[in-house]
């Protein structure tokens, strides 16, 4: 085994895997112009066997020892539960923390088997608790079904349940001080995330506050404790002291963390992503090695290792990044 180790010296041992480009709730943040953008077919996107290959290679080659998948919603793929069936197997041989990313719509029927699959870690999307915002937000009426998404995941022994919300001026900044109210007696993290731009995400400086305005909010209102872990973490966390919940915050684009980057991200079709706001033309598809019959294990082990070489020091500057196109946040998964 080695370590994936890039020219800059950074260990990655952190893997994002999109299951699918699809999703079916319509966030502002991810698609506020409703564009349409083609779907990718069963065919196009990496099966559930071709999956298990590819998380082999990355445990058993290079000690990747976290795994998350997301999507679009990865629980709207179809026999979801079969997969985590697969993975179990993988993990009895091959011990990895494995977590999920959700909108919370889809979780509350499966959400006992996937703790039982061997579910670790959950992190739930959460905007607002007005559930006439929510529905402005994401297009539908799913308030009540993720609440009791959240309450079930806290109910079956999550810890802690993990809440995302992306904070956008003039939407839902008024909400921040609620949002703590509601994690802080509860074993909760939620972990506010500063409003990122992608391709048709219809970003501006008007809408944009940083995760330092964001914190000096709660900070009129509450004590925060920082919490050090030794881990490398893209979330700077704190414990509301007095209290059992968690504050988060990440600023990936006012103080972005390149320097202690440890994640890859492998996308719903196989392209293997260096950094979340790389275009897509600079993916590596390992789709086409997988689906050959002329490439091994090691040879896609070698493909892998090769091209974390090519990886930037960081991410291009907000100008840039504005200019990027085919960025969507629907098939890159977070």
Request: proline content about 2%; charged content about 25%; some cysteine.
């Amino acid at each position: 085994m080695r370590l994936l180790i890039d020219k800059f010296n950074r260990i990655h041992n952190y893997l994002r895997i999109s299951l699918t480009d699809k999703c079916n709730l319509n966030c502002i943040y991810c698609n506020p112009e409703n564009e349409i953008f083609e779907k990718l077919t069963m065919q196009h996107i990496l099966n559930y066997e071709e999956l298990i290959r590819l998380i082999k290679i990355f445990v058993v080659d290079f000690g990747i020892t976290k795994i998350r998948l997301t999507g679009g919603e990865p629980l709207a793929r179809k026999n979801i539960l079969s997969f985590f069936g697969m993975l179990a197997e993988l993990k009895r041989n091959y011990p990895f923390e494995l977590g999920i990313t959700t909108n919370g719509t889809l979780l509350e029927n499966k959400i006992s088997e996937l703790k039982r699959l061997g579910l670790d870690k959950i992190n739930i999307s959460l905007d607002t608790l007005n559930p006439e915002k929510y529905k402005k937000i994401t297009g539908k009426d799913e308030f009540k079904t993720v609440l009791n998404s959240i309450l079930l995941a806290e109910k079956l022994g999550f810890s802690p349940v993990k809440i995302n919300t992306v904070i956008m001026k003039g939407i839902n900044d008024d909400e921040i001080i609620d949002l703590v109210e509601f994690v802080k007696e509860r074993d909760f993290n939620i972990r506010f995330i500063e409003y990122m731009p992608f391709t048709s995400n219809g970003w501006n400086d008007e809408s944009f506050i940083s995760s330092e305005g964001i914190k000096k909010l709660v900070e009129l209102n509450y004590e925060l404790r920082e919490l050090k872990n030794g881990k490398i973490n893209v979330a700077n966390d704190f414990q509301i002291v007095g209290c059992k919940g968690k504050v988060s915050f990440i600023s990936s684009i006012s103080n972005h963390f390149c320097d202690s980057c440890n994640r890859l991200r492998i996308t719903a079709e196989g392209n293997l992503k260096l950094c979340l706001f790389s275009p897509q033309n600079k993916e590596i598809s390992l789709k086409y090695y997988l689906r050959s019959e002329n490439y091994s294990d090691n040879y896609i082990a070698e493909v892998i290792f090769n091209s974390l070489q090519l990886k930037k020091l960081k991410h291009p500057e907000i100008e840039e990044l504005l200019q990027i196109d085919q960025n969507n946040m629907l098939r890159i998964g977070g």
